[in-house]
């Protein structure tokens, strides 16, 4: 699945699994932290998330507020951590390091999780990559990216605030891939429904203040099956293959030979 760049763009990266809905999760958290300690993620907490959802029912649509509990078990160098749900496990890491590495600390989740709950099927699996491209002296953005990617982006614009680009795609009968770049002058850019990522990012990413593109680079199959961690490990691997050829499609071949 890939080796290290040694120069890699990936600052967040996040992979997924939905499974059928726990209403009553809360009562396996103890049991839970107590495993998922052993494999280093000592840290804790819980939180309400609040969001407003529309209603049309009724002569007018109306905003209803909805709650929902979210626990996260992150480990001590706060580089990454697993993050439950009542229908969902994610792992997410700012230190990415191997695909390898990667898949082996979600798939530890997911056999935690699976062992603890029983779980009865999978819903939809997901990866996703957030890639910050910085131009240097010797080779600007336009040296990184393909040319249809740079969008309203002209390196001697001085009045250009940002500009962003997006591609929906289907990918094979049930997977969707949807490509944003976002080229901005200023502080790393993050996704707002990513906001705060509550992990440290390094400090080559966060001294950023300049001209920089944000590759968002989000792929899932949404497809029903029964809950089996083998199975699971070969679609995590089909989705993240068709993130890493997205982005590969997204970048010119000497910015690949300059990250490696």
Request: glycine share 6%.
């Given at each position: 699945m890939g080796e290290k760049m040694q120069n890699a763009p990936?600052?967040?990266?996040?992979?997924?699994?939905?499974?059928?809905?726990?209403?009553?999760?809360?009562?396996?958290?103890e049991?839970?932290?107590?495993?998922?300690?052993?494999?280093?993620?000592?840290?804790?907490?819980?939180?309400?998330?609040?969001?407003?959802?529309?209603?049309?029912?009724?002569e007018a649509p109306k905003a209803v507020s909805?709650?929902?509990?979210?626990?996260?078990?992150?480990?001590?160098?706060?580089?990454?951590?697993?993050?439950?749900?009542?229908?969902?496990?994610?792992?997410q890491t700012t230190n990415y390091g191997t695909s390898q590495d990667f898949k082996s600390r979600?798939?530890?989740?997911?056999?935690?999780?699976?062992?603890?709950l029983n779980l009865d099927y999978v819903e939809q699996i997901g990866f996703r990559t957030l890639d910050a491209v910085i131009p240097s002296q010797d080779h600007p953005l336009e040296?990184?990216?393909?040319?249809?990617?740079?969008?309203?982006?002209?390196?001697?614009?001085?009045?250009?605030?940002?500009?962003i680009l997006e591609g929906v795609s289907t990918v094979g009968p049930s997977g969707l891939l949807v490509q944003r770049v976002v080229i901005l002058r200023g502080v790393l850019a993050t996704p707002i429904d990513l906001m705060p990522i509550g992990l440290a990012i390094d400090t080559r990413f966060t001294s950023i203040n300049d001209?920089?593109?944000?590759?968002?680079?989000?792929?899932?199959?949404?497809?029903?099956?029964?809950?089996?961690?083998?199975?699971?490990g070969e679609r995590l691997t089909a989705?993240?293959?068709?993130?890493?050829?997205?982005?590969?499609?997204?970048?010119?071949?000497?910015?690949?030979?300059?990250w490696r």
């Open positions: 990936i600052f967040f990266t996040i992979g997924q699994v939905r499974f059928n809905p726990i209403l009553d999760m809360h009562r396996h958290i049991a839970l932290q107590t495993e998922l300690r052993k494999y280093s993620f000592s840290g804790f907490s819980e939180e309400n998330l609040t969001s407003l959802q529309i209603d049309p029912a009724g909805t709650s929902q509990k979210r626990w996260r078990f992150t480990n001590s160098k706060k580089t990454g951590e697993i993050v439950l749900f009542p229908n969902s496990i994610s792992y979600l798939m530890i989740a997911i056999r935690v999780v699976h062992k603890e040296a990184w990216l393909k040319p249809e990617l740079l969008g309203f982006y002209s390196g001697t614009n001085g009045t250009l605030k940002h500009s001209w920089h593109a944000i590759l968002d680079t989000d792929c899932t199959a949404r497809e029903q099956f029964d809950f089996d961690p083998d199975v699971i989705v993240k293959e068709e993130a890493s050829k997205a982005f590969r499609g997204a970048v010119s071949q000497l910015a690949l030979d300059l």
